[in-house]
């Protein structure tokens, strides 16, 4: 039975009965229709027309857009929608995982490394300030992974560091913060990513603590979060062995499952041992995490069956509708799980109060909201307190023209462009630029020809540069097996030879942990995040115009003792 009164949902009699209402006047197709959170890329109208063909969503998901399209996907869709969607987007960092013309106040690990509460509770606050204004009422965040092991290629600057006493607290002060606001929070990535080096976009990954020391960290920051009246948990495809075999012993290695299809995981530890008593929605099912354990025909519905209420994207939303089906017909889900499952999405609806009243989402409005000064202003404070100088060589910093005159840049980014909604965002050229500004002569680094016995000179770069300034833009994102320097050929053509001679600043807008490919440059800056916020602050605090005062909030030696040299 659900507790409807009880955390998270805290729903009056009437709430109540409109949830029980809805759920017996539904079909076994309409049921089945709830269970999927659907993805619009576009929000076009085809989109739409080949979705509601197929089935009527409980949810979707926005990638960006921009805000115009938002607003106009949101009233559109909940006009189509005979119960009110829960519409969800990646709101991580702030509302820039929304709408294109978003704030990014900084990522989560910029935000511990502030060790300021209150600017969690900022960037909570612009999340929900904007995707709220243009119909969204699902934050897929926040993200309280523990980012335990640098070679981990999609946690990283995406979570609130490695201390889980950190991850806890400002894990704790999102879930208040948007759900004040009338947002739902959704925590994640249960059982908690961070400890596989491995990508659960291309692997069932694993979350390999004993059971004890996983309450202690990634159990703590759940509990808290829970406590805090979370709506939802965003179940990964990472297993947690010693959880999985505690709850069942006889389990051999062959049945341990990711949480998406774990019983143990999702009815044992999260709703038991947890307490959790609101809805528990997938990761993206498209993930090859999801699909590795099981055929994908048995483990559409045996996610739900296993413990999910909600099932995130599909492969060919056709196809998996009638995977659903029949494992609602064949028994897979039993009609008391449906029912479950579907009562606690409408219970999530009901206490966002959607069943009551479904405003008209106004674009005047939002573009007011979006983008606000107040926005940029919290995220060049989030910048100012986080930026870090990691490693510093005594005499170097602050920078100036009489000192530094002629600078060689080396820039570290991946080509303009991408693949898919991964692509990359440019930013090494406008930390030049503001060099440049100040009236440095910056010139880029270029290859030399080379060949044993006649390569340029060393002390032709020596003579003619008087300080080297390095610049990586390599983002955390799903589906790469690794973030690391790719050193330019022949034998490390851009590696730090010239450290002993001309000074050398490394500054990583991205990745934290860079000193594992470059451990003997004496000044290492991280800035966790590429926005114009932090590369404008950056410039200010190279120029000594701002003190660094950020706090590493992980290893960025990554446990080798040369890296500190």
Known sequence: MIDFKAKPFNLSEEDIKWVKDTLHGMSIEEKAGQLFCVLFKNCVTEEFEYVFKILSPGGCMYRVLP???????????????????????????????????????????????????????????????????????????????????????????????????????MGKAYVETVQKMGMAASIKHFPGDGQDERDQHLVTSINNMDAETWMNTYGMAYKASIEAGALTVMAGHIMQPAWSRLLDPSLKDSEIKPATLSKELLQGLLRGNLGFNGLICTDATTMAGFMLPLSRRLAVPYCIAAGCDMFLFARN???????????????????????????????????????????????????????????????????????????????ILPLSVKKYKKILFYTIEPAIGGEGNYQVSPACNKVKLL???????????????????????????????DLIVYVANLSTKSNQTVVRIEWKQPMGADCSYYIHDIPTIFISLENPYHLLDSPRVKTYINTYSNNDSCIDVLVEKLMGRSEFIGQSPVDAFCGKWDARL
């Not at 820039?96 to 106040?105: A, F, K, P, Q, S």
């Not at 995977?323 to 008391?336: C, H, K």
């Not at 989402?361 to 000064?373: H, Q, R, Y």
């Not at 270029?446 to 060393?458: R, S």
Request: include cysteine; charged fraction near 25%; proline fraction near 4%.
């Open 67 to 169: 805000t115009e399209i938002a607003v106009n996907a949101t009233n559109t869709l909940q006009s189509k929608s005979k119960i009110p969607l829960l519409i969800a987007a990646n709101l991580e960092k702030g509302g820039n995982g929304i709408v294109t013309e978003g704030t990014l106040v900084g990522s989560p690990m910029e935000i511990a490394a502030t060790g300021d509460i209150s600017m969690a509770v900022k960037m909570a606050t612009v999340c929900a300030k904007e995707a709220m204004a243009v119909g969204s009422n699902w934050a897929f965040a926040p993200i309280i992974d523990i980012d335990s092991n640098f070679r981990n290629p999609i946690t990283n600057t995406r979570t609130f560091g490695s201390n889980p006493e950190t991850v806890k607290k």
């Open 317 to 395: 939303l056709e196809e998996d509708f009638n995977f659903m089906l029949d494992g609602i017909r064949n028994g897979i889900i039993t009609s008391e799980r449906l029912d479950e499952a579907v009562s606690r999405i409408l219970a999530t609806k009901a206490a966002l109060k959607l069943h009551t009243h479904i405003p008209e989402i106004s674009l005047e409005k939002a573009k007011c909201i979006i983008g606000s000064e107040e926005h940029h202003a919290w995220a060049k404070e989030c910048a100012d307190k986080g930026i870090t100088l990691v490693k510093k060589q005594e005499g």
């Open 435 to 465: 060099l440049e500004k100040e009236g440095f002569e910056v010139d880029d680094f270029v290859p030399q020809p080379y060949g044993e016995g006649f390569t340029t000179k060393y002390m032709d770069f020596v003579n003619t540069y």
